[in-house]
Each structure stands twice: as C-alpha cells, then as structure tokens.
C-alpha cells in the first residue's frame, strides 16, 4: 500500500442525524463519534423527483460525476448498458496510474484494466477481477443476495463462504463475526450485517495484500435495516413503532446496526492512523416513512412466469421487489408485459406487478402490491383464469419502514485535501472529484 493510499467507504443511506443521536446519548459509538468530531463533513443532494432518488442512481451520480439527467442511468444494474464514454472514478484513477480496488460498488461496471481487485454488487452483471477467489466470491454474494429472502443458500455459496472465512480470518474480526451469526437467532433483522461483516474482513485482506492507492467498500446493510425496522430506531419516536409479530417492541435494529458499523469503522481508522485518507459516503440518506407498506419478493420468478404462460430468455432479479426479464424478441416482451400488467389480486382487483417498463425485448418488473398478501390469496389472469395460492409463490421481505432522501452525509478524514470550490450542499456527482483530488494529493 502507498504512504498515502485512499480508501473510500460507502455507507449506503445512513442517517447521521440519527448516529449523532445515538453518540450524544450513550458511550458505545467511539468510531462514529471520532468521525463527527474531527472529520471535515459536508452535505450532499441527490435527485429531486422521488422516483429518482434511488441509490443505484445516485451512486452513478458519484462514481461518474453527473447528475442523473447527465448519465441517464435509472435502473440497478444499467450501467452496463450506458454508452463506453461514462467514464467512472474507477478508469479514471486507473488513468492517472493509480491501482484501484473496489468491493460491492452499486450499479458499477468494471472496465479497470489492472484491477488490484474488484468484486461488483450482487445485481449487476459485470465480471470480478480475473482471481478465482474474486470470481467465486461474486458468485456467492448474488446467489445469497437475490435469493435472501426465500432463505436458500446453494451448496457452492456454502464452500466460498468457508472459504472466505479462512482466507479473512483475523482473531478478532472473525470472533465478531461469529458472534454476529449467533445473534441472528434472537434478533433476525442482523442477518444483513453478518454479509457486511464478511465484505469488510475480505476488504481488509485485499487492502493489505494487494496494497491499491485508492479502495471503495459499498456496505448496504444499513440501508436495509432503515427501511424495514427505522419506526423502531429512538430518533424516530414512538409514534408509529411496527408490530410486535414483526419486531419487539423494546428492539432498536438501527442502533444494534450502528454497533456494528463502529466496529468496521473503527479498524479503517486504525489505518487513517497510519496515514491512510478517508472518505465515508452515503449517498442518499432515509426518513421514517408515513405508512404502512408490505414488501414482497417472487421465490422463484422464472417457475412463476412459466407458470402463467410467459417463456423468457432469462430473468435478472434485482433488489427486493424488482426483477428484469429479456426475451427472444419484441414480441414476446409486448405481451408478457401486458400480461404482467393485467394481474389483479382476486379479493380486492388490486394489480400485483404496477411497475411495468418495457424497452426492446426487456422488460423490467416491481411486484407493488402493498398490503398483506395470504397464502391462499389468488390471481386473476387477463382471460379470467385463476392462480390459487399465491402467497405460497412469494415471500414476506418487509415493512417499509424507511422512505428516500434527497440530503447525504460525506466525511472526510483530517489528514485529506479539501477540494478547492467544494461548496454546501454540493450535489453527490462532487464525490467523483472529491475521490479523484484526494486520491492524486500528495500531501
């Protein structure tokens, strides 16, 4: 690693209005609390159009440095589709003869020629670097990723998953770790932060072993944790907590999320100390959400269209509810689209699938339905036909909890170079010169 290497971590939608909370009430968040006091910080805006703030776009914005009307990139995992001359922070440190690592950036492509590694999110379709480790990694996240909900995991996913285990293993990291997986018992909402946990030991291998002048980490479990559990968090009162049946009352998953992120913190910290630059990101950032919103997943979306007469090419899930269909060709999109779209729940003629985008012979989907969806509710087809027992075909994710925000928390460490000219609130595309005039300072 050089004198002065940069590492960048992307703490997905993390409100630091609430950690500030939680550092000025208790004594357990001396990372968090090291970062408020002597971290410059600075805000960000993203989109202003709701159905614009989504991290997958905003993250674009700041690995690209442009705006969304810039990059037009508006669904996870498009990036892959955007013209050769979106130039990302990735190539264009690599230009200027650095060597760039990166781990779970969202909605990235890796175009690095000589990647000290890269790891892309588990929704993309863009390859690892050219380790088989890398390669396998990859292959675990997206299968544990996409099929989370649903509970599978694959036996090869078990295997890299050991295998992860041992190729990180620190003692302390990995006791963490461990007692992580215990607690997941009594408090399920952690089983996200068990994954992050795993990406952070990973990253501090690489860090060391490959030693890259500039790394991104993306860590997503707490934006997870917001969305389905944020009524029950201190700062967002008690007004409206969530149902004992879907956590405990006296539960508070986003302070146990934050514990969790102070102790990553703390060992990139560790590493500030010994010269490193650091930059924490998160975007976006989430407010309580005003009502109440059930999220479900299909189990299986590809048995499922089959199912109802749709024969696709290939089916891409997404995150949460979204999932991306290709087709042979136009055709065969138009109609599975309107098929798509003409799905009601039977008791109340409600659409199941209300997000329906279609372009070419692709076909992306979001399964909307709101409320609670029973194991026997079934679906109305568009020539009257019934499907029974649907709620069998789907699995319970979440309730919304935690809804977008234009307002991001940037902080960056004592011992890095302001930008010249970077005004507040600047919008988030700023950190794609933020990371590059860090990462090329020398002093």
């Known amino acids: ?171 302390q990291g990995t006791s963490d770790l461990i007692r992580a997986i215990a607690a997941t018992r009594r408090q399920p909402w952690t089983k996200s932060l068990v994954l992050d946990r795993l990406i952070h030991l990973v990253h501090l291998k690489l860090l060391r072993r490959q030693r890259p002048d500039v790394s991104f980490v993306f860590l997503n479990s707490g934006a997870h944790i917001q969305h389905h559990y944020m009524l029950n968090s201190e700062p967002a009162g008690a007004g409206s907590r969530n149902p004992a049946w879907y956590v405990p009352a006296d539960a508070d998953p986003v302070r146990d999320m934050l514990k ?77 689209a309107e098929e798509l779209a003409a799905l009601t729940l039977e008791r109340d003629s409600r659409p199941v699938f209300g997000e329906i985008d279609r372009h070419g012979a692709q076909v992306f989907v979001t399964l909307t339905y709101p409320d609670e969806i029973k194991l026997d509710d079934a679906l109305l087809r568009s020539n009257g036909d019934r499907l029974q027992n649907f709620g069998t075909m789907v699995a319970f994710v979440a309730i919304k909890n935690g809804m977008h925000s234009t307002r991001g928390f940037s902080f960056l460490s004592p011992n890095a170079p302001v930008p010249l000219g970077l005004g507040e609130p600047c919008h988030v595309a700023r950190l794609f010169d933020v990371a590059l005039s860090i990462a090329t300072a020398r002093s």
């Open 260 to 336: 969790a992120y102070d102790s990553i913190l703390g060992d990139y910290l560790e590493l500030q100390k010994s010269g490193a630059r650091m930059v924490i990101a998160t975007g976006l950032t989430q407010v309580p959400y005003d009502r109440v919103k059930f999220y479900y997943r299909l189990k299986n979306h590809f048995d499922f269209l089959k199912l109802i007469g749709i024969s696709p090419v290939r089916v891409l899930p997404r995150m949460t509810r979204d999932f991306e269909v290709e087709f042979a060709n136009e055709a065969q999109a138009v109609q599975a």
């Open 1 to 171: 690693m050089n004198s002065l290497p940069l590492i960048f971590v992307q703490l997905n939608e993390v409100n630091f209005d609430f950690v500030e909370h939680y550092v000025r009430k208790y004594n357990d968040l001396p990372s968090f609390a090291r970062v408020l006091s002597t971290f410059h910080k600075m805000e960000t805006r993203g989109e202003e159009a709701y159905e614009e703030l989504e991290p997958w776009i905003q993250w674009v914005s700041a690995q690209t440095g442009k705006t969304y009307a810039e990059h037009g990139v508006f669904r996870l995992g498009d990036v892959v589709k955007a013209p050769d001359d979106l130039v990302q922070v990735f190539e264009a440190l690599e230009e200027r003869g650095l060597r760039v690592g990166a781990i779970s950036p969202m909605n990235a492509r890796n175009r690095l020629k000589h990647p000290a590694y890269f790891i892309p999110d588990p929704w993309t379709d863009t390859p690892a670097d050219a380790s088989g480790f890398s390669t396998r990694l990859s292959a675990m996240l997206r299968q544990t990723v996409n099929e989370n909900a649903s509970g599978r995991i694959s036996a090869s996913s078990v295997i890299t998953l050991l295998e992860a285990l041992v190729y990180s293993f620190s003692l």
